[in-house]
């Protein structure tokens, strides 16, 4: 693997991996419930036909060890996760598994996502919640109708549903995810300072749609945010041009904080393999770590 850099950064990764029969390591509670449940052990949970925008009828939950939604005194960082076209479905107990074809879900399902962290010498265990989108021919061009205003109502139905540090919500996503996480923060100042840090990977940031590129206008949204973001991008992606997150990451640059952006030299379509597993790392911290070092 060939690392490459760049000020704000620029660094490496690989692997693309589809599994649709996985081994549980982890606890995964397949009832659907109306209400977040506590357990003393991590769960996972499908939140089957659950409208949470008008495009997301579903979507998978995880829960960190000792999670009591009756204790409203202790909160917990949320990590929004947006997935790509090849797992977009409606919701349904046939089509939510899905979602845990990769990201972190997969990675907790293969034991490789800790049930804590320690950062700055505190420790922190998340909620990840993984929302299912679905296509739209009437809204084509906003690429499955993730509109920005739809991710915003999941980023303030979690804050309403779960006991959400509202200092520490993150957002990110691959492929089409990283583009929809991208244009979210960059439709509003206001969204963006929703977000804590956010991590877009292999962005599918089509300059040939208006509403896939961030503009000029747009990407001085995102900076008037303040808003840390590390960009990661193979740099041989034959889907998500490296051209397109080149050229938004020079518009970023000169932004507070500096943008991050981490190339691999790699000719595939992927970036998030070993950036979810935690083997990518960015000054020493994996993807979850460097999260948690930023808070509004």
Known sequence: MKLIKKTGTLICTTIFVLSLFIQCTMPVNNEKSDTPQSDNKPTLTPRYNTRLSDHCLGYYEYLPEGYDPVDKNKEYPLIIYIHGVGESGVGNTDELGKLLLSGPLYEFQKGNLPASFTVNNEEFSFIIISPQFFSDNSVKEWHFGIFPTEVDDIV???????????????????????????????????????????VPIASYIDEAYPTHYIDATEAASIAASELPIWMIHHTGDYISNVAWVNNLYSKLIGMTPEPVLTLIDENTHDGWSKAYSGELKLNGYNLYEWLLLHNR
Do not use: F, Q
Request: aromatic share 14%; hydrophobic share 30%; no cysteine.
């Open 156 to 198: 303030e139905y979690m804050k309403s549903h779960y006991n959400v540090d509202e200092s520490r919500i993150y957002l990110t996503g691959s492929s089409m995810g990283g583009a929809r996480s991208l244009t979210y923060v960059a439709y509003s100042s206001d969204y963006g300072r929703k977000i804590a840090a956010m």
